[in-house]
Antibody
Framework: EVQLVESGGGLVQPGRSLRLSCAVSGFTFDDYAMHWVRQAPGKGLEWVSGISWNSGSIGYGDSVKGRFTISRDNAKNYLYLQMNSLRAEDTALYFC???????????????WGQGTLVTVSS | DIQMTQSPSSLSASVGDRVTITCRASQSISRYLNWYQQKPGKAPKLLIYVVSSLQSGVSSRFSGSGSGTDFTLTISSLQPEDFATYYCQQSFSLPSTFGQGTRLEIK
């Protein structure tokens, strides 16, 4: 069974940092691209970042570019999102998601975690 | 960035109805269009990818069509479990972008 379990969310002050993790199991992790998608309370889905199977291709949404860094550890089956200079507008439920293919951005996300909540507030 | 616009934003329908949701891209995205269903408090679920490929385990009530800039998701005969919010997503170019969502409610 495919499982994606996010962790690392919480309450953080504006300007501070947070690192999210996503532990995966049930599939060959290094065969697939991975993504982070967020959803602000009561709002729609926003793609945050994606990484190809071998970390050779990485992308970011405009609102997080230069502040967030995605990475993966294929040996440990983990996906990460380092979030710096956090803002109130980064408050959201953060999902990790598995792409259907190795190549990033070619098709849909067929497995999702349940999300970890990040709240940025003083 | 490519903007994705869904219509309608909300829709009321009855069990057994045929429903169509449209998604328009601000530029051509070829066939790189995916559809998701999300229920309250749950993660999104992939329904259809690359316009018309039905994700494994998804009911054949769901179908997709379109190309270029205009796409549709059709539910042939609404069932109680279909009442949810639906999102389109383009995977043609980065950053990937989602539509604003269509909330499907029971009439």
């Amino acid at each position: 069974e495919v499982q994606l379990v996010e962790s690392g969310g919480g309450l953080v002050q504006p300007g501070r940092s947070l690192r999210l993790s996503c532990a995966v199991s049930g599939f060959t992790f290094d065969d697939y691209a991975m993504h982070w998608v967020r959803q602000a309370p009561g709002k729609g889905l926003e793609w945050v970042s994606g990484i190809s199977w071998n970390s050779g291709s990485i992308g970011y949404g405009d609102s997080v570019k230069g502040r967030f860094t995605i990475s993966r550890d294929n040996a440990k089956n983990y996906l990460y999102l380092q979030m710096n200079s956090l803002r109130a507008e980064d408050t959201a439920l953060y999902f990790c998601a598995k792409e259907i293919s190795r190549a990033m951005g070619s098709a849909g996300f067929d497995s999702w975690g349940q999300g970890t909540l990040v709240t940025v507030s003083s | 960035d490519i903007q994705m616009t869904q219509s309608p934003s909300s829709l009321s329908a009855s069990v057994g109805d045929r429903v169509t949701i449209t998604c328009r891209a601000s530029q051509s995205i070829s066939r790189y269009l995916n559809w998701y269903q999300q229920k309250p408090g749950k993660a999104p679920k992939l329904l259809i990818y690359v316009v018309s490929s039905l994700q494994s385990g998804v009911s054949s009530r769901f179908s997709g069509s379109g190309s270029g800039t205009d796409f549709t998701l059709t539910i042939s005969s609404l069932q109680p479990e279909d009442f949810a919010t639906y999102y389109c997503q383009q995977s043609f170019s980065l950053p990937s972008t989602f539509g604003q969502g269509t909330r499907l409610e029971i009439k």
